[in-house]
Structure formats: structure tokens, C-alpha cells
């Protein structure tokens, strides 16, 4: 396998610079980067991970366009450099052992299977949360989601709202209590813990019982070593007006439990739409 850091070349003048980047809608990204593999064949399935960052931040010195990306693709095959890329590739062999303490950064689609669909967890954690709290007293769960949260603010008693700020306080969020909040925010903030809860539930899952790994506890704080950000919906216009996914970007640190299961992730990725640029984990040993 080989790891390359794949780059705009420099001269790429800033109107074709807009145009490029415009394609990294859909399968944009994906099939430029078909483009830097001599033997690419259209029936051939995808085999390769990428992950776009910023330049500003993974280069000491990354010029004047400090906001163009830098893609890091994994490759069985090596890249070669064409007319809009410049490639750096070294040969991707990790050697790990059980124990092993790694961190990590990942960009995912996070999704729970139910009745044969997939369903985004962040969603899927706030919408159980509130028919939950819904039902609990008694009023209807339909609607969309902002009318659903407008009647549980409308007919939440005291009791619901100290049960709010039991759960935030058990949570990541718990700071958020020594602030003034009003009933709005309790519910926001309670739903964000769900939300947060999920992630980890998710994640924990992930490695227990497919990937081999468990998430590292915080040496000083305690807590599990994960953070997530930047939850976003990206539309997918060939397949249709309503049709996307959103990603999830994780990073913290693990500990390897089963070597061979964690090599296979790395290799083959984590999660769905990799040809999206999700599911390519990023990894190096840890200082702690």
C-alpha cells in the first residue's frame, strides 16, 4: 500500500482553481483522482481511501493560498502526478501490536442500520431523544423537528426539566450548568448530550466488535480520549434532489486490542461512503 500527500499545483491560476475545487461535489473528488492511476478502468471497484485537509494546517509553510486543500489518499497502486497534481507517495506498512496507544483523526459517515435503511446516528440520537421526552408526557411524536421541540418546551413540567439537568451534568457538557440557561437551552443542551452519547456508544461499538481497538481513557482527567466535530450534510446531486449523507470528524486516541482486525481497518477504511472521502483514518503513536 502507499500513504501520498496529493497537492494543487501551484500554478493552477485561480479561475480553473474555483472550477476544481466546485468539482469536489458528489463523486467530483473521486474521479479526479481515478486520473493519477495509469492502469484506472471504469469497471474496476474503487480501491483507494482519501482525506481532504487544509493546507494552512498541515504545512509549516504553505504559501500565499493557505486555504487550498491537501488530499491524503491510500493506495494499492502509487499515484502519479499530472497536470493539476502534485504527489508525494511512501509505502504504507504499519507494524502494531496489541496494546499499542495511537491517535487518531477521522472523517466518517456514522450510520445504525434499521429496517433495511441506514440512518445518520446525530439524527437519530436527537430524534429518539425527544419522542422519548415526548412520550413520557403523553403528547403527540409527530411532526418535523422543530415543531416537535416547540411542544415539548410548551408542555415540559419542572420535574422534566431537572431530569435535563441530571443527564447534562452526567455529561461532556456539564460546564454548560454554571451558566444562566433558560428552558430553551436546557433542551438544547440536553439533546447534545444524547447526541454526544451516541458518538461514543457508536464508537466504542466500532472497535469492540468489528476493528480492534478500545478508546483510550484521558490520563489525568479520566473520560474517554474522543472528541467529534464538525457534523455536516453533504447533497449528492446524481443521485437525486433529496439524496446525501452527513459526516462526523472524530479524533482522540485508542488502544489496539486485536493487531490484525486494527491493520485491516486502516487498509480497508472505516464506515460508508468512501468514495466520498470518508473512512480513512489517520494514525501515529501516541506521546502518553
Known amino acids: 500500500m502507499y500513504l501520498s500527500r496529493i497537492r494543487l499545483r501551484p500554478e493552477i491560476g485561480a479561475t480553473q482553481l474555483h472550477h476544481l475545487l466546485n468539482d469536489r461535489k458528489g463523486y ?5 483522482f481515478w486520473g493519477l492511476f495509469s492502469d ?127 443527564v447534562i451534568n452526567a455529561g461532556r457538557y456539564c460546564q454548560k450548568l454554571a451558566q444562566r440557561t433558560d428552558r430553551l437551552a436546557l433542551m438544547e443542551w440536553a439533546i447534545k448530550t444524547a447526541e454526544s452519547n451516541r458518538v461514543w456508544q457508536w464508537w466504542e461499538r466500532q472497535g469492540r466488535e468489528r476493528h480492534g481497538f478500545n478508546i483510550a481513557q484521558h490520563p489525568d482527567q479520566g473520560g474517554p480520549m474522543l472528541d467529534y466535530a464538525a457534523y455536516l450534510h453533504h447533497p449528492i446531486p446524481e443521485k437525486g434532489r433529496s439524496a446525501g449523507f452527513s459526516t462526523l470528524d472524530l479524533s482522540g486516541e485508542v488502544l489496539v486490542s486485536d493487531a490484525d482486525l486494527f491493520t485491516n481497518m486502516l487498509m480497508e477504511g472505516i464506515g460508508p461512503a468512501k468514495a466520498f472521502g470518508c473512512g480513512l483514518m489517520m494514525v501515529r503513536r501516541s506521546n502518553a
Not at 439524527?123 to 403527540?140: E, F, H, R, V, Y
Open 28 to 32: 467530483g473528488l473521486h474521479r479526479l
Open 40 to 166: 484506472s478502468q471504469s469497471n474496476r471497484r474503487r480501491d483507494f481511501l482519501f482525506r481532504e485537509e487544509r493546507a494552512v494546517e498541515q504545512l509549516p509553510y504553505s504559501g500565499k493560498r493557505k486555504a487550498d486543500p491537501i488530499y491524503y489518499v491510500l493506495s494499492p497502486h502509487r499515484p502519479k502526478a499530472n497536470a493539476l497534481f502534485h504527489v508525494e507517495s511512501k509505502p504504507y506498512r504499519p507494524a502494531l501490536s496489541v496494546g499499542d496507544r495511537l491517535s487518531f483523526k477521522l472523517r466518517v459517515n456514522a450510520v445504525v442500520q434499521r429496517d433495511g435503511k441506514r440512518h445518520d446516528i446525530v439524527m437519530d440520537a436527537q430524534n429518539k431523544w425527544l419522542n422519548d421526552q415526548l412520550q413520557a408526557i403523553g403528547q403527540s411524536l409527530t411532526g418535523k423537528k422543530s415543531a416537535r421541540k416547540q411542544r415539548l418546551l410548551d408542555h415540559a413540567d419542572d420535574l422534566q426539566l431537572e431530569q435535563w439537568r441530571s
